[in-house]
Structures are given as structure tokens and as C-alpha cells.
């Protein structure tokens, strides 16, 4: 029978292509806000497309480990103060990393510098939690970031989702969202505002790579000449 007159070739046409999920691994470091909201995302369907197949964590006591736990999902912890050189603790992440199938790293909150190896090159997203190249760099991380903002007297602040070099909060930008600072803004509003923000920031961008296929990300990449 030729396959394209047959009765549910009709219905096959009209189906949409299943769509390969985006397999995550997701490095994390503290509170966990960011690996805990994107696991309420995938769970209440607003994010679809994307499982989250392991958790990696820098340090074994942190809240961010207990929801990895509760919600069930794989986790290696891989401690920096183990390793004396940087490249042997990149290794271990990449080995953590690799321990299943996965199509892209996710920073949430990983407070390490590691060195990307080649085939992970443009495939590891960071979040920062201000307007980069603006407060980003080392030390710049939690409330240091906001306290800075609010002593430049920066009339707007933000987020900022980048893929992920070598260096602390650098790489391409893929996107960022603004937030005001008001006159009577405090380290806590602040960072709340900006939370917010990146609470919808961060599913944003997985959402459009899920949809489009990792190969979105290298649209971001300057070619080297
Ligand atoms: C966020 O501000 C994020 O931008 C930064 O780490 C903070 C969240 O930490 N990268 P966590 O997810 O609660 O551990």
C-alpha cells in the first residue's frame, strides 16, 4: 500500500513532529531558588520540552540539594576544595555532567569557575543577577551585586542569561530583562524585584531552545578569525 494514500497518512500529516526533549544538567551551588523554580515550571507544564536528567552541586549542604532530592532527580556533588588544580575539578564536573545523555548545562546560582572542554562549548548558560558587562566578575555574586547597584545610584538594574565561558559572568548575551531601581530601594527589594525577573527570564530562554534545538546558540557565537 503506498504509504501516503493510506487512511492515517491524512492524520499523520496533521500531527506535529515530536519534538526530542532538551535533556538539562543543572549546576548549582546554594539556595537552590533557580533549580527549584524551573522544576515547578516543568512540572506544571509551563516549560515544556526540557527534563532535567542530573544536578551537580559544589557544596553537599545546601538547600539546593535537598530539592534536587525531593524532587527525585539525579545528583553528583563535586566539591572544588577537593581538587587542587582547576582543570582536574572541570574534569569531575564534565565527568558528572556526562554520567548521562545531555544536551546543555545550566548554571543556577553554581558559584565555581570551571573550564569549559570544547564539546561543551556554547552549550553551558549562566544567569547573572544584573545588567552584564555591568556588577559581573569575581566577588560579584548574592547581595554584593545589588549593594553595588544601589551605590552606583543605577537608575535600572536586571537580569542577564548568557552562555558561559571560562572567566566569572562572561560570554554572549542571549537575553536580559530590566528592572527599576526605586529611590527607596533596599538589598532585599531590590533582589526581589530582580528574582522575579529572572524567574521568568531563565524558563523564557530554555522554552525558545527546547522549541528550536540547541543550534539556536550558535547563532550567538562570533565566529573566531
Ligand atoms: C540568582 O541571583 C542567580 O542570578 C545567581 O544565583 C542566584 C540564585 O541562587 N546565579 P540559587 O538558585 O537560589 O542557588
Known sequence: MNP?????????RST?????????????????????NLIERICDGRLRGVRIVQVVS??????GVEIARGAGLPLAIVQRRDFAAL????????????????DLVVMAGFLCRWRI???????VLNIHPALLPAFGGQG???????EAVLRSGATRSGCTVHLADDEYDHGPILAQRE????KDDTVETLTARVGQAERELYPEILQTIADRGT???DSFIRPVK
Open 4 to 12: 501516503e494514500t493510506a487512511p492515517d497518512a491524512e492524520a499523520r
Open 16 to 36: 506535529p513532529p515530536v519534538r526530542a526533549l532538551l535533556r538539562v544538567a543543572v549546576l548549582i551551588s546554594g539556595g537552590g531558588s533557580t533549580l527549584a
Open 58 to 63: 559544589s557544596r553537599p549542604d545546601v538547600r
Open 87 to 102: 582543570d582536574a575539578f572541570s574534569d569531575a564536573l564534565v565527568h558528572a555532567i556526562g554520567q548521562t545523555p545531555t
Open 117 to 123: 572542554p570544547p564539546p561543551w562549548r556554547g552549550r
Open 140 to 146: 560579584m555574586f548574592g547581595h554584593h551585586i545589588h
Open 179 to 182: 528592572v527599576p531601581v526605586l
Open 215 to 217: 543550534a539556536w546558540l
